[in-house]
């Protein structure tokens, strides 16, 4: 389960110039709320009103991106607006860890910009990367999206709606 940020598509973008590989092909710029979420196969009426409630219950969050971290292997923006709308996800279905539990059970809420790569390639998509931010958007939804054989796919949009 996701949340898009449009308007950190140009960090990403950024990142592709650097190296292609480091950015995850087919998802638009997100905030992660969940991830893995339930398989396909448990995706029921009452997970998609579970959603849908969840989200209703969230006002739409102003989101400013403007401090860019990285980690061995790994390159984000965090988005700490959003903080309080991911740990409400995660603590609706506590079943599933955030990212398997690698973690912990909240970890921060970020966009991630690269993944993999070694020190001095993030340090070129960091020299991209700064002189984008600060990065502002609107959140206004979560959206379920499932993994398949043929990309990634959108399952549900669920808007904000406080």
């Known amino acids: 389960m996701l949340i898009l940020l449009p308007a950190a598509e140009p960090a990403l973008a950024a990142a592709r110039r650097v190296d292609p590989a480091l950015v995850r092909p087919g998802l638009a710029a997100h905030v992660t709320a969940l991830y ?27 989101v400013r991106l403007g401090e860019f971290l990285t980690r061995p292997g790994f390159a984000a923006i965090p988005a700490p607006a959003l903080q ?10 506590p079943e599933v ?29 960091a020299h991209e990367v700064r002189p984008l931010l600060p990065l502002t958007d609107r959140a206004e939804a979560l959206r379920l999206v499932a993994l398949t054989e043929d990309g990634w796919v959108s399952r549900l949009e669920a808007p904000f709606g406080g």
């Open 84 to 93: 309080p709308v991911t740990d409400a996800v995660c603590a609706r279905w």
């Open 97 to 125: 860890p955030p990212y398997g539990g690698r973690f912990g059970l909240r970890p921060p809420a970020h966009v991630t910009v690269a993944m993999g790569g070694d020190e001095e390639t993030l340090e070129r998509v």
């Open 36 to 62: 893995p979420f339930l398989p396909d196969g448990e995706l029921t009426d009452d997970v998609a009103t579970a959603i849908r409630e969840l989200a209703a219950a969230v006002p739409p969050v102003e």
